[in-house]
């Protein structure tokens, strides 16, 4: 029904930035609630940020004032852009669509290097 698929994951060296992005299959995007987790080896799933149907954002405590959610109902994606990354960051990155149904991609690996 719904197919999530992340981009822009990648090495950068700590202080650095980068933009993920997930782009969605569907005609309803526009009405999910969208979110980002990660998940570190031998950490539980964290849930990053979300961005609900009217722009609405929640964060983390550990990336707020670093990490911004957007959308683009347009081209049915959502971004997170991160600032200042820190190799505690260092995690695969999970996008996620929520609505009637709960939906996963696949990931992202990101790499924060000291």
């Known amino acids: 029904q719904v197919q999530l698929v992340e981009s822009g994951g990648g090495l950068v060296q700590a202080g650095g930035s980068l933009r993920l992005s997930c782009a969605a299959t569907?005609?309803?995007?526009?009405?999910?609630?969208m979110g980002w987790s990660r998940q570190a080896p031998g950490k539980r799933r964290e849930l990053v940020a979300t961005?609900?149907?009217?722009?609405?954002?929640t964060y983390a405590g550990s990336v707020k004032g670093r990490f911004t959610i957007s959308r683009d109902n347009a081209k049915n994606t959502v971004y997170l852009q991160m600032n200042s990354l820190k190799p505690e960051d260092t995690a695969v990155y999970i996008c996620?669509?929520?609505?009637?149904?709960?939906?996963w991609g696949q990931g992202t690996q990101v790499t924060v290097s000291s």
């Open positions: 996620s669509a929520k609505w009637a149904r709960e939906y």
């Open positions: 961005i609900d149907s009217d722009g609405y954002t």
């Open positions: 569907g005609n309803t995007f526009s009405r999910h609630t």
